[in-house]
């Protein structure tokens, strides 16, 4: 399975316009093509980064999947929409994501995930896009895995890791890893603004600590999710 990430930088007169037309007529449109379903609508909260950005995520059941959708829109039946929504934002970049290994979230009956608008609570997620060294990036995912996730199992706070992927071969910037976790506590958001890391979260032995070995860029998007977004709608059903 595939993921779509797709980060619009939408123009802000016309915010309210973009996720209707996506709403109304994208998510039904997309669902239209077999294997694939607009996942979710998110939206970067104001203050945490640049203005009026839109995360959408596609699921894609394969790479057929994939090349029907983008048929569609480079000269079917999606390209004049997709040239509405252009008019409608400054720029859009994609990215194609498989799921790590150790994800818990990798695989999804798209069949399950309605086509057309949901209703849900809003939900808070934080995304970290990672950037490990050159030449270190397997060594990154393993132990992301063995140590990043267990870690954040065992102190079950503030974050839930609910997916993690990596971009796909030749489908974007190749040693890049990308975390998808549901903020679970956001009054703790505060702290983590307003203070430095408490020193024990960064000694050895600790994810802060051990990872610098692996990395030291990474990008956080805070995310709201709008309510009719689909997966957010099956999950509550």
Known sequence: MFWLHELH?????????????????????????PGARLLLYLKQAFGAGPSYRVVTI????????????????????????????????????????????????????????????????????????????????????????????????RRATLLHVEAAFRTAHGAGRRAEVVLWQRVTEPSMLVPLFTREVPAHYRQ???????????????????LRSAPWSPLEGAAAA
């Open 58 to 153: 596609t699921g894609l059941r394969d790479a057929a999947a994939f090349g029907a959708l983008a048929a569609r829109v480079a000269g079917g039946d999606l390209a004049s929409l997709a040239r509405e929504l252009d008019g409608l934002r400054h720029d859009v970049v994609g990215r194609l994501l498989t799921p790590l290994p150790w994800s818990p979230l990798r695989d999804l009956d798209l069949g399950a995930i309605p086509g057309e608008p949901a209703s849900a609570e809003p939900a808070l997620f934080m995304e970290d896009t990672v950037w490990p060294y050159e030449g270190l990036l397997d060594d990154y995912i393993a132990r992301a895995g063995s140590h990043y996730a267990r870690e954040m199992e």
């Open 204 to 222: 050895p032995g600790t994810w802060m600590h051990d990872a610098l070995e692996l990395r030291d860029q990474w990008e956080s998007r805070l």
């Open 9 to 33: 930088s939408v123009s802000g007169r016309f915010e309210d316009d973009f996720e209707a037309a996506v709403r109304d007529r994208w998510l039904p449109a997309v669902a239209a093509t």
